[in-house]
């Protein structure tokens, strides 16, 4: 049985920063077509993609986040990470982690949550200014 159990949400002040952790259990974590990703969805809008790492090391991000936010994953602990810095309001949203397997061209590239197979129930995250 796949789990995604994300973590890190918090309220914080705009520039500051937080860490989101999604513990993965029951998928293939390691495998090279393994996409993983984090997606966030404010009140009114549609979910969106936040960024992704693919099965190679391979990452791709939204514009809106690049140069601030960053994705990782430990293997060891077979566990995704989302570092997020200088924070702004508009950051504001219910965070998800997300798994899917795809090349890791398709893992970059594609923008569509309906790619992901996997999900996780969410960690919020608000940003006051």
């Known amino acids: 049985q796949v789990q995604l159990v994300e973590s890190g949400g918090g309220s914080v002040q705009a520039g500051g920063s937080l860490r989101l952790s999604c513990a993965a259990s029951?998928?293939?974590?390691?495998?090279?077509?393994?996409?993983m990703g984090w997606f966030r969805q404010a009140p009114g809008n549609e979910r969106e993609r936040v960024a992704v790492i693919a099965g190679d090391g391979s990452t791709a991000y939204a514009d809106s986040v690049k140069g601030r936010f960053t994705i990782s994953k430990d293997n060891a602990k077979v566990t995704l990470y989302l570092q997020m810095e200088r924070l702004k309001p508009e950051d504001t949203a219910m965070y998800y982690c997300?798994?899917?397997?795809?090349?890791?061209?398709?893992?970059?590239?594609?923008?569509?949550?309906?790619?992901?197979?996997?999900w996780g129930q969410g960690t919020q995250v608000t940003v006051s200014s």
């Open positions: 997300a798994a899917g397997f795809r090349t890791p061209l398709s893992c970059r590239s594609s923008t569509s949550e309906n790619e992901f197979l996997y």
């Open positions: 029951g998928v293939n974590y390691f495998s090279v077509y393994a996409c």
